[in-house]
């Protein structure tokens, strides 16, 4: 009995509660929905208009002050589908200014929502457009607008930003957080400021705080990038990069690719369809393949320093065709005896692949990781690549020959531009150099120092023979197409056969074709690196990378005011190296 009086107790009291729940539930979603419903989309649209109350980003200038990128007032329009009215007049009339369809409006506006973006980043004046329009329901605020005067120029090397107006790729996510007004960023923690050097950048009053002021020179930038486009007409390559680099102080001054992307457009309604996540990645850093003959450089730099052959020493290249233990070994033309200066000049990979048999397995690898092979390069870019250079004990019975001539080793562009910016400087190592200084958060420039070289590659001897051989590649071997009229120029050619993805070897249809160089010989003040892949009419580097060094080399010129009466025929004696 008092079992059943506890058990009937224990009942009344959970129906008691559970009624409670209930009709409070049941008041809240009968008699509160309204009020509950429009508090969440207060919230809600309180959240996300906040978004636009970003702070603008620090800008990306050129060596000069030229701005790259910078911040400036634009708009955001949302709308509350619930208060539009006439909803396919006003997606008519917002079309053109949005730069969407009007469908793709229409579908947004008629959503089971009280708040809905339909665009960001507005331009300033297409903002005002709308606001004119006064279309119930539609809101426009203000918002933050990343904007690139130059359009594509250096679009790789600059990057993108969100939404957000957070870096997603190149220098924008780098310094992302200085260009944020945050702390400097971690690349930058390490490098000492120095004075102030004499600068357009000194005198100016309107640099905005917490800028980052680049290598880059705007106007060989644009140099660059024009003769490029004209190349990819003519050669019709899959890609096409080009380097210049100041070999005296590792500066970067262009670094360009085609194709490239407007960054005006990256993330808007304009954005081409096809373009994506791919566009953003740098091949002048990220891109690693075969280099071919432009490595040789590395082999005749080992063998001249270890003292294996002098540029008159002379080699049998076996009449175009040359057997060795697990494969064989083809030049492009039939030679006999050439002298070693021959061989580089004609680029024969036999020729190569004997002298490197001179050298040895552990010097031939011991110098690519000196010239900076197999390890990044320090650029300050995203993906800086480390290539491939496998320590001796992991190479085959031919590796020795065939690495001599640029197989079974890869590189990025950059790395192969640095390596030549050892033999252009006299023999140094140096880190390529992106960032030249910052806009500090009262407004004043402050320049980075330098940094020390990293490592003395090879001696001036060495160099002062180097130079010699190049010169002569450029004067009756291979790179006669990168001649300049009253400049002296030393560069090497290089050819490289791909590897074909489907059957692993290499391919006779697939090619990168490539000239590395500078000028003037006596005192180099560039180093220039072609690279195209896949050029469609020949796939020489000779004949397709070579003129566009040239063009390149001919426009830079006069700009920076090079005198041609310095550039006469070299003389051993008059080599200037670095002591």
Known sequence: MIRTARLGMTMFISLFFFSFVAG?????????????QARVDREESRSQRASPDIEPRGAILDRTGEVLAMSIQGGACFADPKHVTKVDETARLLSPYLHQPASVIKSKLTEHRRFVWLARRLDPEAAEQVKALKRTGITVTNDIKRFYPEESLASQVLGVVGDSQKGLSGVELVANSWLSGDSAPNLFKQWTFGKARPSALTSRSDLTSHSIVLSIDRTLQTIVEQELAIQMKLSRPKSGTVIIQDPQTGEILAMATSPSFNPNLWGSPEQPSEMGPEDLK??????VFEPGSTFKVVTAAAALEENRVTPSDTFFCENGSWDIPGRTIHDHEKEGWLTFTQVIARSSNIGTAKVARRVGRDPLYR??????????????LPGDGVGILRPTKDWRLSSLETISFG??????????VNAYSVIANGGWLLEPRLYKGVIDENGEYREWLPTPPIRRVVSPKTIAELKLILKSVVDEGTGKAAQVVGISVAGKTGTAQKIDPRTKQYSDAHYLASFCGFAPVEHPRLVIGV??????NSYWGGSEAAPLFSRILKHAAPYLKLQPETFGPLAASRIVTRS
């Open 531 to 536: 690279f195209l892949d896949e050029p469609q």
């Open 407 to 416: 197989q079974e080793v890869g590189a990025t562009p950059l790395q192969m």
């Open 24 to 36: 409070r539930l049941g008041y809240l979603q009968l008699y509160c929905h309204d009020a509950l």
């Open 367 to 380: 110098y690519a990781r000196a010239f900076g092979f197999g390890m990044p390069t320090g650029c300050g």
């Open 282 to 287: 740098n091949p002048a850093v990220e891109h």
